[in-house]
């Protein structure tokens, strides 16, 4: 069983370099894919040129008509580059996978799809504890032992489609699937083509909390001051043990807050994945540097 693992990235090499590590120490058998929007950042590029030893690097270039850059673009590339893989995982430089996976459960993740043609994506990582202070997150009859929907609450997102998903190619080409610009409008094309995404009980992947903007990027005093306030940095997670990872038999709620630990230190929690989240008086401000700038283009 191959899983070909495409990790997006850009101008983060420090983020780049563990999202990579933890691939290759937990999924050892897995091709592993960087996808790098030609970063300008010498420790980027420094870890890209090591990465190449081990890892396929594919970088800013034309395929077909569609100009190689950005997220969704990269996704698309992605998806045309390796369509005849049996199974593809998409991931970015500030995830990381926390925990071994078993060819066993990759056979699994092969068998659910082929006995559910109509499962378009699988999401591999823990349910965020910032999503439940939103609304609640209530598991639904999955498409197997093991997994689980997700009850569409009114979110835009995360009930159809996430960023980070588990899919076999050859179904989205075959249903005439294309990767638009933004996260709802996926999960509305993922509804209109397939069934809910299935969640794991047992996910294998996860977000890092409280990441920086990335490096170069033109940050507002907004967004400056809402970093400092959340303390921004890298938080690796700690590789869950044997005894951590039997949250399968007991079907509670992933939630990363409630199994993941971040080494040497933890972030305040509950964990979030944007500085702005929560700060209503630094997101204004945020806007209104943001508008000027286009305004004046600044």
Not at 243 to 254: A, K, M, V
Request: with cysteine; glycine share 6%; net charge neutral.
């Amino acid at each position: 069983m191959s899983l070909t693992i495409c990790i997006f990235s850009f101008n983060r090499g420090k983020y780049l370099r563990n999202c990579v590590e933890s691939v290759q120490q937990c999924l050892p058998d897995a091709e592993v894919v960087i996808f790098d929007d030609n970063s300008d950042d010498p420790d980027t590029q420094a870890y890209l040129e090591q990465a190449a030893k081990t890892c396929q690097i594919v970088g800013p270039r034309e395929v077909g008509t569609i100009k190689h850059g950005g997220l969704y673009h990269n996704m698309n590339t992605a998806l045309e580059l390796f369509q005849s893989r049996e199974l593809v995982c998409f991931l970015q430089d500030d995830t990381q996978v926390v925990r071994p996976v078993s060819s066993h459960e990759l056979e699994d993740i092969k068998a659910i799809f082929d006995c559910q043609p109509t499962l378009g994506f699988l999401h591999p990582c823990f349910i965020r504890g910032i999503d439940l202070k939103k609304s609640p997150v209530t598991p639904l009859a999955g498409p197997a032992p093991g997994y689980f929907y997700r009850k569409n609450n009114g979110q835009s997102a995360g009930i159809h489609y996430s960023d980070l998903v588990v899919f076999r190619p050859d179904r989205l080409i075959e249903a005439g699937w294309c990767f638009h610009q933004s996260e709802p409008a996926n999960d509305k094309q993922a509804k209109d083509l397939f069934d809910m995404m299935a969640y794991m009980w047992l996910p294998f992947a996860m977000w890092l909390p409280e990441v920086p903007a990335y490096r170069g990027k033109k940050k507002t005093l907004g967004l400056r001051l809402a970093e400092k306030k959340k303390r921004v940095g890298f938080y690796p997670f700690k590789l869950l043990s044997d005894e951590e990872t039997q949250l399968q038999e007991r079907y509670r709620l992933p939630v990363a807050e409630n199994y993941l630990e971040c080494t040497p230190e933890s972030p305040p929690k509950p964990w979030t994945y944007n500085p702005l989240t929560g700060l209503k008086l630094l997101k204004n401000l945020n806007n209104l540097e943001v508008f000027f700038r286009r305004w004046f283009k600044l």
